[in-house]
């Protein structure tokens, strides 16, 4: 993939650093994380979905964090002490190692709750629009329906 240098733009542009630096992380490779799958799906016009697996964590071992338009899925699992076991692991296929995966999200999108359900981790979000920002119709009064307007005179000079 192709890099980009963002830089001649900061220098012309005020306000728009939160938007460069987002391009600035897209741009950059993921590193290969790819652990835990996750997918991300629209359930209503202003309703979202993050499910991730995430088998073998418990709710004690997840947390979920919001702050400043960025979400933090954490799940770390406590060391197995070697007293008192009795078997011993041949083959291990089903990951438990410790994970940390970001969201960038949009502005007015807050994290609505959580859900843990067959190893599967639910975050359920909401854009919530503020009413200063939601499109608004105006109406479109007819010439003649005007009260208020007066015709101005004036002579000719």
Do not use: C
Not at 26 to 39: C, E, F, I, K, V
Not at 130 to 148: S, T, W
């Amino acid at each position: 993939m192709r890099q980009y240098d963002f830089a001649p733009l900061y220098r012309s542009t005020v306000g728009f650093d939160r938007l460069f630096s987002m391009l600035d992380t897209l741009s950059q490779p993921d590193n290969g994380q790819a652990y835990p799958p996750y997918n991300i799906e629209r359930t209503g016009e202003n309703a979202y979905r993050i499910t991730m697996a995430v088998a073998g964590f418990s709710e004690t071992e997840l947390s979920i964090e919001s702050r400043e338009n960025t979400l933090t899925v954490k799940g770390e699992k406590p060391e197995d002490s070697a007293e008192g076991k009795t078997s011993e692991l041949l083959y291990r296929g089903i990951a438990g190692r410790a994970f940390e995966r970001r969201f960038q999200l949009a502005e007015h999108v807050e994290v609505k709750g959580a859900s843990l359900k067959n190893g599967l981790l639910h975050v359920d979000l909401v854009r919530i629009v503020p009413e200063a920002m939601k499109p608004r119709k105006i109406a479109i009064a007819a010439a003649g329906e005007n009260q208020n307007s007066r015709q101005i005179e004036a002579n000719a000079a």
